[in-house]
């Protein structure tokens, strides 16, 4: 999974604490896949002692359970808040599912809420984003140096999604699944269309499509808008005003991603036109039935819900 | 009068019971409805049961899991990274203990109930503690997983004559 270490200036400081040593020993084997160097990991038993630990040791991103004897993971959450330590990364990795807790987790701060079972991947996908601006803030130098790939046929590679969603959503905990392909039949009633032009190309370079959903929750995370507002809307299909402008300000911030696109790679790429269209807007089913040249998300964000994004170049 | 009662949906519960197998052990395996309760297991080398209450109220009932040693060395294994040899006997217990957690979340988030359930912590159950449990509780669902080395089995249990 780990394909180049990352090496830093300072030490990345971890500490995870879940009552499990199974689990721990999963979630260490997961950080290590991440690849920074140096690493620094502290474990503790129950959020009791996971408090002790953060006083000193001042971990850069805590992983925590919530079901544990004494102090759950939400109970020492609010406590280390209340302690002052309003801006420490948490992530949860639990199978508590109740949505009034989950969004509790969110309000608290949590960046993610990883669902058990899980696999590495995901555990290496959310601590890769929780720090990310830890990362960049480091120095951080790969120590294998590769010419930087660009996958095939990939418009907007699933990193740099990943890293435009994390800065437009905040401290706002989301999943971006990838590969989960937009159809037809998943359309909302009302659906974000953007058309993107670039520098060397005549005519539309690419198109970005958000249905009603997802912009509901980017234009909502955006907004720090509570879970039950987005529902709302989500429930409605009719994303709010705000919602609207905030994801069309994702749209255009988005553009930056397509530049990285492997299809065509230009050097700059911009947001031309975005609109409301409904799921029986004619060119839809030709937009979607495009089978190369595209990249699909699914964007899961805990007591929001989930939504979907694509974007398609259509530039020969 | 019962509190707890099965999902109606007994593909979703198994389909969960299988990815969370994967999960504790890298072994893809599939779980079954035993609609037999004579097919119960009386105990197993590794009992864990997960208590369930009614959310600031009384037990309700509970989910055990059901490992046998083989099995317990294999999800220890593959959790912890070790080969069976130099696996500690608290290594199993911890690694059957997490396996109770996610097992019988699978069935506890899909049990039919009009009450907030609230989720005990795993703990072991030995031959005293599963009589208790046995003398007080009935089988509501019994999920089974056939491995290489024996079978899984995941029960939930609702609290009898709740009145």
Redesign the interface.
Known sequence: MQTEAIHLSTPLRFLIVD?????Q??IR?AIHHCGYEPIEIETALDGQQGLDIIEKFLPHLVITDW???KVSGLEMVQALRQMGHHNMRVGFVT???TPALLAEAVSNGAMFILH????DAELVEAVTASILDVINANGSQPVATPAPEKTVGVPVPAPAMQAQLSVAMGAIPFRLIPDDRMVTEKLTPINLLGLYSATDHKGVFAIGLMDANAVCIVGGGVGRLTPAVVRAAMAEGQPTDAMMHNAQDFMRSAAACLTESSVAAPASVSLAKASIVKNSFAKLPEILSQQANRSDFRVSVPGYGEGRIAFFVVAA | MRVLAESADVAKVTACLSNGWEFLSGESRLFDRVYDVALAPQLAEFCYFMPLSELGKAAVGGVAVFIELPDANTIAAHMFGESPPDLHINNLNDACSEACNVLAMCVTLNLATEVDVDIGLPFRADSVVFDQICSTCEPIAIYKCNTLAGQIFVIAYDIANQS
């Open positions: 009552d499990s040593r199974a689990i020993a999963i084997r079901h544990m004897p199978t508590e599912k058990k079972p899980f696999n």
